[in-house]
């Protein structure tokens, strides 16, 4: 009889992730083996996969053990390892909570981009402090075809490209990664989102995520647009110590991000778990070979 491994199907506005909780971090997920769990036809499917465990238990994450038990070990569907996934964390503390190993209220994460708090509300929304934004200098663009735009440089622990458009349908299909420039700027690939104008303090994206493909949500895309709006707008509460609120509608929902005075940004959205079942150990193992 082959082992069986759990497994839950989950999402945040709509950016969906495969789960697996590993407490004690046995279960062996290289590359090969995120890529088929995410494969939509021949595996579970997903934009990403949520490995949940215990900070001590992974090298990665023993140093932050003692102020956040749980690790969000995320990878993207091509299984690719990124520094931080915002609708990740979301989907990860819900998880966290419906499997009794924290109280709603306030809990810490720790990623790769460092331990996040993160505050599991009654309604079910969940708000993470997805620490502050860095704006590199430089020019940036961005193309899809013939066009082309200047994109704002933002870092939320990821690289992102955030280009404001006229139109949504300008970013095409999606279906490759937009080309940008200078190369330089993105070492090691980029987020791109495009984003319009829905009203004051409210825009709307779509993006392509670097491995992964043009996804339904992005949190930290998310993030950074606020950001870029924001300083577009001419708004920086780091300089004018008021707080700026931004509205990001994603294709699968919408996101409420506010940077605070001190540069802190915080993001509010919705977490589902949809499913949970058990992986066959032995398809995993075909599917590596
Ligand atoms: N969907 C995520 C971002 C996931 C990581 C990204 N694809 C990268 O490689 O940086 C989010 O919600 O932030």
Known sequence: MSTRIAFLKGHGTENDFVI???PENAVDLPPAAVAALCDRRAGIGGDGLLHVVRSAAHPEAEGMAAEAEWFMDYRNADGSVAEMCGNGVRVFAHYLH???HVAEGDITVATRGGVKPVHIAKDGDVTVGMGKALLPEGEVTVSVGERSWPARNVNMGN???VAFVDDLAHAGDLFTPPPFAPASAYPDGVNVEFVVDRGPRHVALRVHERGSGETRSCGTGACAVAVAAARRDGADPTVTGTPATYTVDV?????????????????????VIVAEGEIDAEWLDGALR
């Open 20 to 22: 697996v909780p590993d």
């Open 98 to 100: 419906r499997a009794g």
């Open 159 to 161: 690289p992102h490209a």
């Open 251 to 271: 294709p699968g929902g919408r996101l409420v991000i506010t940077e605070h005075a001190d540069g802190e940004i915080e993001m509010t959205g919705p977490a």
